[in-house]
């Protein structure tokens, strides 16, 4: 079973716009999550994260958002710039003594076109 | 503060054999953790150590085997390679003084082709 869920492979969009990327997840014992970038022939590089008693998460042009009802978190760029074009990975962590265990996405391509 | 560090960077196996991957972490990061990447499972995790001792562990079979040293350094070892084996393994580390939270450092891997 998958716990954490990327359902968009990919994601196109134009330069100085706004691009969201979107994971769900179903285990309610997750506290933490956390955004990843990779490129390829690279290990992921963090990106941001939100711990669960939080809904927002601000670090420059980068956002998450946490939907705990909903059990769903999105990540924003704005504004969106061609080096962003990347695999984004979601990643969640849960219970105590987990932290060393991330459950990790599919992934979404996101394309950012000049 | 050096990132990090993989060894080999790039591996090519027969199936049957067994092959031993080399980690070394952050400096002063006790936490290693280890990850399988295919382009049909995406990124699974394989285990965790922290303190020469496993933490955790992920669904994969006993043919995946870990250990850790003093100096937090960490081996992976696979053994009878199968061709599904054939993946990209990623090493992480962090400072897991703080146990439910964790962001981790990736390598860049070691990519393993099994022939």
């Known amino acids: 079973d998958q716990q954490v869920k990327q359902n968009s492979p990919s994601l196109s969009v134009q330069e100085g716009r706004i691009s969201i990327l979107n994971c769900d997840y179903t285990?309610?014992?997750?506290?933490?999550f956390l955004w990843y970038k990779k490129y390829p022939a690279e290990g992921p590089t963090f990106l941001i994260s939100?711990?669960?008693?939080?809904d927002k998460n601000e670090d420059g042009r980068f956002t998450v958002f946490l939907n705990k009802s909903a059990k769903h978190l999105s990540l924003h760029i704005v504004p969106s710039q061609p080096g962003d074009s990347a695999v984004y990975f979601c990643a969640a962590s849960g219970g105590y003594n987990q932290g060393g265990k991330l459950i990790f996405g599919q992934g979404t391509e996101l394309s950012v076109k000049p | 503060k050096a990132g990090v560090t993989q060894t080999p960077r790039y591996l090519i196996k027969t199936r049957g054999q067994q092959v031993t991957l080399s980690c070394s972490p952050i400096?002063?990061?006790?936490?290693v953790s280890w990850y399988q990447q295919t382009p049909g499972q995406g990124l699974q995790f394989l285990f965790e150590?922290?303190?020469?001792?496993?933490?955790n562990k992920g669904n994969f079979p006993g043919r995946f085997s870990g250990r850790q040293f003093s100096n937090s350094r960490s081996e992976m070892n696979v053994s009878t390679l199968e061709l599904g084996d054939s993946a990209l393994y990623l090493c992480?580390?962090?400072?897991?003084?703080?146990?439910?939270?964790?962001?981790?450092?990736f390598g860049p891997g070691t990519r393993l082709t099994v022939l």
């Open positions: 939100i711990s669960s008693i939080k």
């Open positions: 285990n309610s014992m997750f506290d933490y």
């Open positions: 400096s002063g990061h006790r936490s």
């Open positions: 150590y922290f303190s020469e001792t496993q933490r």
């Open positions: 992480a580390s962090s400072d897991s003084g703080r146990v439910l939270y964790n962001e981790q450092f």
